[in-house]
T-cell receptor, first 112, second 116 residues
Framework: GENVEQHPSTLSVQEGDSAVIKCTYS??????FPWYKQELGKGPQLIIDIRSNVGEKKDQRIAVTLNKTAKHFSLHITETQPEDSAVYFC???????????FGSGTRLSIRP | GAGVSQSPSNKVTEKGKDVELRCDPISGHTALYWYRQSLGQGLEFLIYFQGNSAPDKSGLPSDRFSAERTGGSVSTLTIQRTQQEDSAVYLCASSLQTSGGSYEQYFGPGTRLTVT
C-alpha cells in the first residue's frame, strides 16, 4: 500500500539559516509531489510542487528536489524568516488515482 | 474568487448527539476530500469524491461517519452518536482534476468540533 514518511517532526532553525525537510514514499508509480504549509488556525496551502519528469524546482527561497530512484523528495527553505514558522506537509498520490497521501508534518520554528 | 468554505467554524456538542459539517467547494472543482486533524497531528484522510464515481470511503474510522455530496457540489459530513475522541478539526478540500494530472487541493478553514 501507499505510505509517505516525513522527517523531522519538529525543526528549529536560526533566522537566516536554511531548513530542510525530507519525505520518502513507497509507491514507485507516484508522479506528483506537493508541499503544503499550514499556519495556525488555517487550512494547508500549496507552496510548491514537483513532477517526476524533473529533479529540482525553485521558487524564490523555496526549492524541492526529487530522487525517483531512492523514492525521496525534500523541501529546502533558504534565508528563513519568522513568517516561515508553520507546519509543513509533504504528499504523494496513490498510483493510478488522485487520492493524495500526506506525510505526518513538520513543525518548523524560526528563532529570532 | 471564492475559496472553499466550511460551516460551522466551531461546533460544540454533547456526547451521543449527531452533527453535520458542511463544505462548499470551489465552483467547478470535481474532486472533494474530507480530512480529520487532531490537535498537533497530521491530516487523516476520511473520504474522497470524484465526479460521479463511487466515493472512496476507505478512511472513515467507523460506521458512525458518513458523507454525501449532492449535485457534485456541496458536501456534508455526518457523525452520529458523537464520542469524545471525535473532537478534532475537520478539513475539506477541493481539486480541479485534469487529464494532465492537476492535483492541487484547496483547503477550507476547517470546522473545529468539540465533543463534551
Amino acid at each position: 500500500g501507499e505510505n509517505v514518511e516525513q522527517h523531522p517532526s519538529t525543526l528549529s532553525v536560526q533566522e537566516g539559516d536554511s531548513a530542510v525537510i525530507k519525505c520518502t514514499y513507497s509507491d514507485s508509480a507516484s508522479n506528483y509531489f506537493p508541499w503544503y504549509k499550514q499556519e495556525l488556525g488555517k487550512g494547508p496551502q500549496l507552496i510548491i510542487d514537483i513532477r517526476s519528469n524533473v529533479g529540482e524546482k525553485k521558487d524564490q527561497r523555496i526549492a524541492v528536489t526529487l530522487n525517483k530512484t531512492a523514492k525521496h523528495f525534500s523541501l529546502h527553505i533558504t534565508e528563513t524568516q519568522p513568517e516561515d514558522s508553520a507546519v509543513y506537509f509533504c504528499a504523494a498520490p496513490r498510483s493510478s488515482a488522485s487520492k493524495i497521501i500526506f506525510g505526518s508534518g513538520t513543525r518548523l520554528s524560526i528563532r529570532p | 474568487g471564492a475559496g472553499v468554505s466550511q460551516s460551522p467554524s466551531n461546533k460544540v456538542t454533547e456526547k451521543g448527539k449527531d452533527v453535520e459539517l458542511r463544505c462548499d467547494p470551489i465552483s467547478g472543482h470535481t474532486a472533494l476530500y474530507w480530512y480529520r486533524q487532531s490537535l498537533g497531528q497530521g491530516l487523516e484522510f476520511l473520504i474522497y469524491f470524484q465526479g460521479n464515481s463511487a466515493p472512496d470511503k476507505s478512511g472513515l474510522p467507523s460506521d458512525r461517519f458518513s458523507a454525501e455530496r449532492t449535485g457534485g457540489s456541496v458536501s456534508t459530513l455526518t457523525i452520529q452518536r458523537t464520542q469524545q475522541e471525535d473532537s478534532a478539526v475537520y478539513l475539506c478540500a477541493s481539486s480541479l482534476q485534469t487529464s494532465g494530472g492537476s492535483y492541487e487541493q484547496y483547503f477550507g478553514p476547517g470546522t473545529r468540533l468539540t465533543v463534551t
